[in-house]
């Protein structure tokens, strides 16, 4: 039996709604709000079947569903903007599918994308018996060339002689002019009758008997009870019921997709598991506890820079004056488990390579280079040889290079910590080395070649290895150096920097790179009117 039911809503931002996530939930479909920076996506059973109106005045993106609704929030952004019209309507059971579209479409397209809408049409068929249509609909018009036009306008309220009034307050007397009638409740009604009549000219076409009214019965003078429209109340039971199997069927790919990780995980654990000893392997349960992730090339490689990320905030944190004392013990600790797995897969690394590699020379590579040749070689399940395993260890090194420069260029500061912890680091572990002849560092630079001779073959090559990492440690270092200089000395090209401490370059860095991008020259009080009355350098989408 064809019933009668159509209901009108708005979607606003005062009631806490989302045009995005409103299109996303009645279409089925996965859209990005640009604003909050996030997808939305709704499962459902049975997809919809949706599609878009668009009138003449339209620009063609105004059918893209996405930027359709990321563009009517961008326009109207008030915290109690209305950003659609909304109607939920039952469609005729007696029709067939095919007859029922092309009735909601013909409506549609006549009552209001012909008036200025853009409508977004979701036909919802998840049970057979209720099939009904969700539509969304702008509130704004378009302009001639495709842009937003105005809802309203203000007509100042004039005295007899056409001078503006003020109210008591001293404010200009106006009041506010609507250039659509599409808020008027005498159009809801005009909707709401023209559904009614197209319903039922569609019935006496095919001979139906059945027709509806938007009218209540006692209106239309009929002493009888009217049947209830099945929502979401009716079906309660149903909807708990298919829920709960949404929510089970989640838990289960949850599950699959972490087993899938762990046999990843273990996948690449195990390429190398051969060359551990038993103590080793206990030691790398432990590690992978304290770590929480698998210890393997690939893992520990995301930790780092995961560590890495979080140590650049926390420092930049306590350069201006932040308590971070205790994330900086977590990151140590961290930090300090990670040395101990790099330690320990450094050295399977090593014996891994000397077995699949014999020809290669360690002399002439470094421990991180080795470890991306292993990678290689368990990712592409190839031992390389002669000149294709030349030219791996050339591009392997240029990767290296490139990555290492962006990471102490894109964050100087905790780059600049982290060069001052290497240097600590291999100079304690060459004063060690050189003390066993009673040599140190300082004598080191004053002496030639030939002065190291009573030291074994394996302290020459510790000592030379050190000097290596020396030498590159000051000469990274003196990027830094450069780069904070460069900078700062184009944004105050009358500042003395010389006896500035690292921590106020970094201070003064950080504040220009962020409000002044393009390095304009500025004098020092700017940093203070900056951190007194900072600008407005994003706007909230842009965040």
Not at 206 to 229: C, L, N, W
Not at 328 to 354: P, W
Request: overall charge positive.
């Amino acid at each position: 039996m064809a019933i009668f039911h159509m209901s009108f809503s708005n979607i606003s931002a005062g009631k806490g709604r989302s045009a995005i996530a409103s299109a996303a939930y009645r279409s089925g479909e996965k859209l990005f709000d640009d604003k909050e920076g996030r997808h939305y996506f709704y499962a459902r059973s049975v997809m919809p079947e949706r599609f878009i109106l668009t009138p003449k005045n339209a620009p063609a993106w105004a059918s893209n569903r996405e930027q359709l609704w990321n563009e009517v929030e961008k326009k109207d952004r008030k915290s109690n903007s209305r950003y659609a019209k909304e109607f939920n309507v039952a469609l005729p059971i007696e029709l067939s599918e095919d007859e029922q579209k092309t009735l909601l479409t013909k409506y549609v397209q006549e009552n209001f994308v012909d008036q200025g809408m853009v409508a977004d049409v979701a036909i919802h068929r998840d049970h057979p018996d209720n099939p009904h249509a969700h539509v969304m609909l702008t509130n704004r018009p378009f302009n001639p060339d495709g842009t937003w036009g105005q809802k309203t306008k203000t007509k100042y309220i004039l005295d007899s002689h056409g001078n503006k009034t003020k109210t008591p307050a001293g404010n200009v007397r106006n009041r506010k002019i609507w250039l659509v009638d599409w808020d008027k409740k005498e159009k809801i009604t005009e909707w709401r009758h023209n559904w009614a009549a197209s319903v039922n000219q569609a019935l006496e076409q095919k001979s139906i008997p059945d027709r509806i009214s938007e009218k209540s019965f006692v209106e239309q003078g009929i002493a009888d009870t009217p049947m209830q429209h099945e929502g979401i109340n009716s079906k309660r039971h149903e909807r708990k019921a298919f829920n709960q199997q949404v929510k089970n069927y989640r838990k289960s790919q949850a599950g699959y997709k972490n087993m899938q990780e762990k046999v990843v995980n273990q996948g690449h654990l195990d390429s190398l598991s051969k060359h551990f000893s038993f103590n080793e392997k206990k030691v790398v349960k432990e590690l992978s506890h304290e770590l929480k992730t698998y210890i393997s090339l690939e893992s520990l490689d995301d930790k780092r820079r995961m560590l890495f990320n979080w140590k650049n905030s926390t420092l930049i944190k306590h350069a201006v004056g932040e308590d971070v004392t205790k994330q900086l013990l977590t990151i140590n600790q961290q930090e300090s488990s990670l040395k101990k797995a790099d330690e320990l897969l450094n050295k399977v690394v090593d014996r891994t390579t000397k077995k699949l590699y014999p020809e290669l020379d360690f002399e002439q590579t470094t421990a991180a280079e080795r470890r991306e040749l292993i990678k290689e070689t368990n990712s592409e399940q190839t031992i390389f040889k002669g000149s294709e395993l030349n030219e791996r260890l050339m591009n392997i090194r240029d990767d290296l290079l490139v990555r290492q420069l962006l990471t102490f260029t894109k964050r100087p500061y905790v780059g600049w910590k982290l060069l001052m912890q290497q240097e600590k680091e291999v100079k304690i572990e060459l004063k060690y080395t050189l003390m066993i002849h009673d040599d140190s560092l300082e004598s080191l630079e004053h002496v030639d070649q030939g002065l190291l001779e009573k030291y074994s073959p394996t302290e020459q090559q510790k000592i030379t290895r050190a000097v290596k990492d020396l030498r590159a440690i000051m000469a990274v270092k003196q990027v830094i150096k450069t780069q904070y200089h460069e900078v700062l000395k184009r944004a105050f090209p009358k500042g003395d920097l010389d006896g500035l401490p690292l921590i106020k370059q970094e201070q003064a860095y950080t504040a220009v790179m962020y409000y002044d991008p393009v390095l304009k020259p500025c004098q020092a009080e700017t940093i203070e009117q900056w951190q007194a009355n900072p600008p407005q350098v994003f706007s909230p989408q842009e965040h």
